[in-house]
């Protein structure tokens, strides 16, 4: 069992940044690819960024690529998601997911989610 805790969320203005941390209580963090995700109020959950396990490989929305970077630290058991340049749009509860398989992250079928961490970008 693999449990999940997100950290960071917030208020932050248009144009600003926030970083949101995931962290696992798992032994080996290093076999799990590790995934973002976020639900705005009334629309479906949206993927944002995916890491391998070794954080060696990631893959982004196309909404987000440029400004949000997904990182990892295995000796720390914690996924990072660095998001700049934020906008309105980008408002949304944002959870973290794990699997040992990234092609389940990418659809939406990971075995571990958190409970997320709200973002809200507003003037």
């Known amino acids: 069992q693999v449990q999940l805790v997100e950290s960071g969320g917030g208020l932050v203005q248009p144009g600003g940044a926030l970083r949101l941390s995931c962290a696992a209580s798992?032994?080996?963090?290093?076999?799990?690819?590790m995934g973002w995700f976020r639900q705005a109020p009334g629309k479906e959950r949206e993927f944002v960024a995916a890491?391998?396990?070794?954080?060696?490989?990631?893959v982004y929305a196309d909404s987000v690529k440029g400004r949000f970077t997904i990182s990892k630290d295995n000796a720390k058991n914690t996924v990072f998601l660095q998001m700049n340049s934020l906008k309105s749009e980008d408002t949304a509860v944002y959870s973290c997911?794990?699997?040992?398989?990234?092609?389940?992250?990418?659809?939406?079928?990971?075995?571990?989610w958190g409970q997320g961490t709200q973002v809200t970008v507003s003037s």
């Open positions: 890491i391998t396990g070794s954080g060696e490989n990631t």
């Open positions: 798992v032994r080996t963090f290093s076999n799990y690819a």
């Open positions: 997911a794990a699997d040992r398989d990234i092609i389940r992250i990418g659809l939406r079928a990971a075995d571990y």
